[in-house]
């Protein structure tokens, strides 16, 4: 069975068409799929647009939006269970994703239930990719970290108020240790596979967002729209001082 097709078009005429992936995404799909169907992205706009990394759109509060509305907080007041299935599909150019709030309020990386972006990202050189992993690794390690953290909450605080320093040292030196043992058995989750670094290298992307955020489909057709969206002059809050207009959003197969 094919995997449903969604044409966007915009209010200048110009039409992308993305394949969605309901396989590796099911509930993402269903729940945009739905919302396609229903037409709730038709008159909104691309809120959020920053070139050579992404173009945003699906806040609910931007149809018709006046050019002085802070736009990016408008949702629908649910959320999507992440979908990942890295490295199979991945944040190269064009892909089709479910924006988020940041790891600090959704630990679990539930997805917004209405906004979206599409990647247009840039190419990387070899150099460039092995930081980028280094970065990845030493985020890993971060986040290891902080759960152990909150984990041993009690006890830091027992023994911060008792001012027990000598204990807290070997508490601080033991979930170091722990950190070290858990990222080195997670260590494949920082590593670019051969053929990700090749498309990253000659097609392009956003490799730092890989196993963060979902993504649940592609642009197989006007991936030149997006790249001249994602050069429109644009405000402080990059939001595009011309709106961008989604004139519909259709499922056509």
């Known amino acids: 069975m094919a995997n449903p097709i969604v044409t966007f078009t915009m209010e200048n005429g110009d039409v992308m068409k993305a394949e969605l992936y309901p396989e590796i995404a099911p509930t993402s799909v269903n729940n ?14 691309f809120h959020r647009v920053i070139a050579g990394f992404m173009i945003q759109g699906g806040d609910v509060t931007s149809k018709n939006a006046p050019m002085n509305k802070s736009l990016g907080a408008g949702d629908l007041g649910y959320t999507v269970p992440a979908e990942f299935n890295y490295p199979k599909y991945f944040h190269k150019k064009g892909a089709l994703c479910a924006a988020r709030t940041g790891d600090e309020v959704n630990p679990e990386r539930a997805s917004s239930a209405s906004q979206f972006y599409i990647v247009t990202g840039k190419k990387y050189s070899e150099a460039e990719l092995n930081q980028m992993e280094k970065q990845l690794e030493n985020r890993l390690k971060q986040s290891i ?7 041993n909450k009690p006890k830091i605080m027992e023994y911060y108020r008792s001012g027990n320093k000598e204990e807290l040292a070997i508490l601080r030196d033991t979930l170091i240790g722990k950190t070290e043992l858990e990222a080195e058995k997670r260590k494949d989750e920082t590593k670019l596979p051969k053929e990700l670094r090749e498309i990253y ?16 489909g592609e642009v197989v057709k006007g991936i030149e729209v997006v790249e001249a969206i994602q050069n429109v002059k644009t405000n402080k809050q990059d939001r595009p001082t011309e709106n961008v207009v989604i004139t519909s959003v259709e499922l056509i197969g």
């Not at 945009?32 to 706009?45: E, P, W």
């Not at 970290?145 to 984990?151: I, K, N, S, Y």
Request: charge should be negative.
């Open 32 to 45: 945009f799929v739905n919302l396609v169907q229903k037409g709730f992205y038709d008159g909104l706009i």
């Open 145 to 151: 970290f902080a759960r152990l953290q909150a984990e």
């Open 201 to 216: 290298k000659t097609e392009g992307g956003v490799p730092f967002l890989d196993n963060q955020y979902t993504v649940y």
